[in-house]
């Protein structure tokens, strides 16, 4: 993932501007920062290196309004709302040369919401995104985790993910437009089940605030997206892996 180094600068010195004052209402979330091992881009058999950013939805109470347990805190069993947030890196065919010819892509930022089924040792989720940068499409993500707690401080999670877009994400970064001057053949990529795999996930809390998180994906890419002429040309065979701080604000207002 191709992402300047000043945001992870930036996820940290947020850490010291957020006031402290006791308010009624409160939005509790998280923010990670860290480096990344990910493919050069979708479909590539390549990996690089980059910077990891995330964000974690923990409570909002705002009137009546009373949403989530917060970052630290255990979700209750049952269905809840939860937000959803991912970031693609760029693609650019100056750092690729295979791919001379196409539209370069920009970081792409996908928010959306989902919904979750959460037991003591297990859950199971949906969530939409829209791309608001990079692409207009619509992703989502189905998935379930294992979840073990063998103490205060450590939290494992690991399960299947199953990826999803519609036509204009699949077109976005498995498309080939007619007339295109690169040496892949046109190909008009239809979105659908896209990719399916596997991810591992760990965290060590510092304390109640810092924590310290790990995880490894692998994901196969499926239908459109395998048969893409980028894929073909590259490896259907994504990994990921990434490792960070994470830390806990709560905004009172």
């Known amino acids: 993932m191709r992402v300047s180094s000043f945001l992870l600068a930036s996820v940290c010195a947020v850490?010291?501007?957020?006031?402290?004052?006791a308010q009624d209402n409160s939005f509790n979330f998280s923010l990670r920062g860290g480096i990344a091992?990910?493919?050069?881009?979708?479909?590539?058999?390549?990996?690089?290196?980059?910077?990891?950013?995330?964000?974690?939805?923990?409570a909002l109470r705002m009137g009546r309004l009373d949403i989530g347990n917060g970052v630290r805190g255990v979700p209750d069993n049952g269905l809840s709302l939860r937000g959803a947030f991912r970031m693609i890196?760029?693609?650019?065919?100056?750092?690729s040369p295979e791919l001379a010819g196409l539209e370069d892509i920009d970081i792409a930022v996908e928010l959306g919401f989902g919904l979750t089924y959460q037991q003591t040792n297990w859950l199971a989720f949906g969530e939409v995104r829209k791309g608001v940068t990079g692409h207009s499409g619509i992703a989502g993500t189905l998935g379930a985790d294992l979840i073990y707690?063998?103490?205060?401080?450590?939290?494992?999670?690991a399960g299947p993910r199953v990826n999803f877009g519609d036509d204009k994400y699949a077109n976005t970064y498995f498309g080939i437009p007619t007339g295109s001057t690169s040496s892949f053949a046109a190909y008009d990529a239809q979105g659908g089940a896209l990719g399916a795999g596997l991810q591992v996930a760990g965290t060590y809390f510092i304390?109640?605030?810092?924590a310290l998180e790990g995880a490894i994906t692998?994901?196969?890419?499926?239908?459109?997206?395998?048969?893409?002429?980028?894929?073909?040309?590259?490896s259907d065979d994504q990994w990921r892996v990434r490792l960070g701080l994470s830390r806990v604000f709560t905004l009172n207002f």
């Open 15 to 21: 850490s010291f501007a957020v006031p402290a004052v």
């Open 37 to 58: 091992g990910t493919p050069e881009y979708m479909g590539s058999d390549q990996t690089e290196a980059g910077v990891d950013l995330g964000f974690s939805f923990g």
């Open 89 to 95: 890196g760029d693609r650019k065919a100056e750092d």
């Open 149 to 157: 707690r063998p103490s205060d401080r450590w939290l494992f999670t």
């Open 207 to 210: 304390d109640d605030k810092w």
């Open 218 to 234: 692998y994901e196969k890419l499926l239908n459109d997206a395998a048969d893409s002429p980028i894929t073909l040309n590259g």
